[in-house]
């Protein structure tokens, strides 16, 4: 597709309950992001995948989140026993490899957990 | 740390006259910088980027922006706002040092500035 595709748009969840948040890049597209914006707008970057392969997972908390993007299928982010914390507006991006030239990201219009 | 400044929360300017969101980076090497635009309830567009070259980057809707190494600014101008550019804008870098394989690494965002652009 022509756009990053994420699903759902909302989500609830119960402390405790498990979250999963779906993410569709842009066909032939490499990189897939995700971010986590909070209350107050700030950008958390989680997680990056080139193509299947974890390529930095620096910001992705060790407990409770798991991510995968495996091969026809969309990416996934998984939270394991949501906390109130966790809501948030998750966004997916996706970016195109270009040797010896950077490109942007195309973001989705995110997922809005909130958690209760 | 690296890190990416929006000094200011908001921005306002009456329709027809020119408007400057700032951004000021603190990053080792030569960073590649971004401007976005998030509407209401929206994901984030790109507006314009600087990798290298001319210092002046135009971009989408009539933006603009300046990178000046010195002074490790990329401020995002228009020369005449409309009331459709009412949005939050969002600075980020993506440091070099890396080697991504041609494609960016993780985007350091800036805090967002909202601009509100009153006819």
């Known amino acids: 597709g022509e756009e990053v595709a994420q699903t759902p748009k909302h989500l609830v969840r119960g402390e405790g309950q498990k979250a999963k948040l779906y993410c569709a890049p842009i066909k032939g597209h490499s990189y897939v992001f995700w971010y986590q914006q909070v209350l107050k707008n700030e950008f958390k970057f989680l997680i990056s995948f080139q193509n299947e392969n974890v390529f930095d997972e620096t910001g992705m908390p060790k407990e409770r989140f798991s991510a995968k993007c495996l091969p026809n299928s969309p990416c996934s982010l998984e939270i394991q026993a949501t906390k109130l914390e966790d809501s948030a507006v998750y966004f997916c991006a996706s970016s195109q490899w270009v040797e010896a030239m950077d490109t942007e990201a195309f973001f989705g219009q995110g997922t809005r957990l909130t958690v209760v | 740390a690296q890190s990416v400044a929006q000094p200011e929360d908001q921005v306002n300017v009456a329709e027809g006259n020119p408007l400057t969101v700032k951004c000021t980076y603190s990053?080792?090497?030569?960073?590649?910088l971004f401007w976005y635009v998030q509407y209401p309830n929206r994901g984030l567009q790109f507006l314009l980027k600087y990798i290298t070259g001319d210092n002046l980057v135009k971009g989408s809707y009539g933006f603009e922006a300046e990178f000046n190494k010195s002074q490790t600014s990329f401020h995002l101008k228009k020369p005449s706002a409309l009331v459709s550019d009412s949005a939050l804008y969002f600075c980020a870098v993506s440091p070099p040092e890396r080697d991504y394989g041609g494609s960016q690494g993780n985007l350091i965002f800036g805090k967002g500035t909202k601009l509100s652009v009153k006819p």
């Open positions: 990053v080792s090497g030569n960073p590649y």
